[in-house]
């Protein structure tokens, strides 16, 4: 079996349960799993591979809770640029339904080779439209070029314009559709071993694109397979305007009467609840993605991360889709939870206190050990024994981190994002000095602006 050895890092921080930093750290791994990790001087002399680190921050690789990888396709559509979330789903619904299944799958190379890049090793996406022949099999398949852990949700959407919902009805599926084809891929890919690179997600897309029937049933499957479950919820004031309208309730009670609150859901968003509700979400263990970027993009709100926190809700980060963010960065995400947290912290009024600002340290947190609770994986998120040899190192000499000698953690993110040097998914290679391993970029970046394209045009590129 193969070892790696990891070796001078300039700082280790493990994430573990005691958050333990580790001047001139390292670890070793065998087959993909960490046996040792501590100062260098303490790890073996010799491995099949050596990496050594001296001026990097090793840590454990970013969790991505939350992301529509065909966006990519879609960024900065002009008529899409100002407009708050029915808006711009309305806006850009009609460029979706002309989806190819080639579209899938370079999207989601694109998206997945972005992701890497910023530090990012498990990826969760959310495709819940499948126009003209299109499958989730088509992301699984160009995903494993990548190399990353992906979680694959199989979304679905049967509420359409002429029943009341807000998509279109050519982008819509019958609920008896979605709920075969959802057995089908948990019976074809999902694997819940340790260490699993790949798992399938039961997925509705959010309660205005859902019937309430589709939901019930959705939950009753993945409860049958032993899979997770995931949607869209309390994103908007206009979301949480049309559930009480439609449903006579908020989101949250509303998910919740449709078996939607457990430790096997998480929710997108989550942004407009309150605190009798995020109470019921810590005791029934319901997790959340944060997706600041969206949030601030398309005008959503600030979501209360730090109540969830101190109640016990897990929490992790998301890019969300690359035509809200117009990013799949996720260092850069992590950092502006960070931000908007403290944003949502300030005074409002004079006399008034400021509240609890975020620390770097708790921001790394989501991103890392948070993410992995909210998908149920204790096999990754922190660098300790037992645990996968998912990690990222980023190289300290560079412009942006000049000066920020005395805390290289809180640099990463305090200082501008920066794309990482080395992203490793159980052992191998990801990215390597700074380049994919098994991806060719700049002929992946052709091939996805020739799609993008002929997706906005209607026609050959």
């Not at 300030?346 to 975020?358: D, K, R």
């Not at 990801?430 to 906005?456: D, Y």
Request: charged letters at 20%; hydrophobic letters at 40%.
């Amino acid at each position: 079996m193969p070892t790696l050895l990891l070796r001078n890092a300039n700082l280790l921080a493990t994430m573990d349960g005691a958050r333990t930093e580790i001047p001139d750290g390292g670890l070793f791994a065998r087959d993909g799993w960490i046996e040792q990790v501590g100062p260098t001087a303490e790890l073996p002399a010799e491995a099949d591979e050596v990496l050594d680190l001296r001026n990097h921050l090793l840590l454990p690789g970013f969790v991505n809770t939350h992301h529509h990888l065909y966006q990519t396709l879609t960024r900065a559509i002009p008529a899409a640029q100002d407009a708050d979330l029915f808006h711009w789903l309305k806006t850009l619904y009609p460029i979706w339904a002309r989806l190819q299944p080639e579209d899938i799958r370079v999207s989601a190379q694109l998206g997945l080779a972005e992701l890497a890049l910023s530090g990012c090793t498990t990826a969760s996406d959310h495709l819940y439209l499948f126009p003209n022949g299109s499958r989730l099999d088509d992301e699984i398949e160009a995903a494993a070029a990548v190399g990353l852990r992906l979680h694959a949700s199989r979304g679905s959407m049967s509420l359409g314009e002429s029943q009341g919902g807000l998509p279109p009805d050519s982008v819509v599926e019958t609920e008896d559709a979605v709920l075969e084809d959802t057995r089908r891929l948990i019976e074809a890919y999902h694997d819940s071993e340790p260490g699993s690179l790949l798992q399938i997600v039961v997925a509705p897309c959010s309660p205005f694109s859902v019937t309430a029937d589709l939901m019930r049933q959705s939950a009753a499957l993945a409860r049958q397979y032993g899979v997770r479950l995931h949607t869209h919820l309390a994103e908007t004031i206009d979301e949480e305007r049309f559930c009480l309208e439609t449903f006579g309730q908020r989101p949250v009670g509303y998910a919740e009467d449709l078996d939607w609150a457990g430790d096997d859901v998480w929710y997108a968003h989550a942004v407009h609840v309150n605190s009798e509700e995020i109470g019921r979400m810590a005791q029934d263990g319901t997790g959340v993605a944060h997706c600041p970027s969206s949030n601030m993009r398309l005008g959503s709100g600030i979501a209360p991360v730090l109540k969830y926190l101190h109640a016990g809700v897990p929490v992790g980060v998301g890019v969300d889709g690359s035509a809200s963010n117009d990013s799949s960065h996720l260092l850069a995400e992590t950092r502006l939870a960070m931000l908007l947290s403290r944003v949502g912290a300030a005074p409002t009024a004079v006399g008034e206190e400021p509240g609890e600002m975020m620390a770097a340290r708790t921001a790394l947190t989501l991103a890392t050990v948070g993410g992995a609770a909210v998908l149920g994986r204790t096999d990754i998120g922190s660098l300790e024994p037992g645990k996968c040899a998912d990690f990222i190192a980023i190289h300290l000499d560079q412009v942006p981190f000049a000066g920020a000698q005395s805390d290289p953690l809180a640099a990463v993110l305090l200082c501008s994002p920066v794309n990482v040097d080395f992203n490793y998914v159980h052992g191998r290679a990801v990215v390597a000095n700074g380049q994919l391993t098994g991806i060719e970029l700049p002929t992946l970046v052709e091939r996805h602006n020739h799609a993008s394209r002929r997706l906005l045009h209607g026609g050959p590129a």
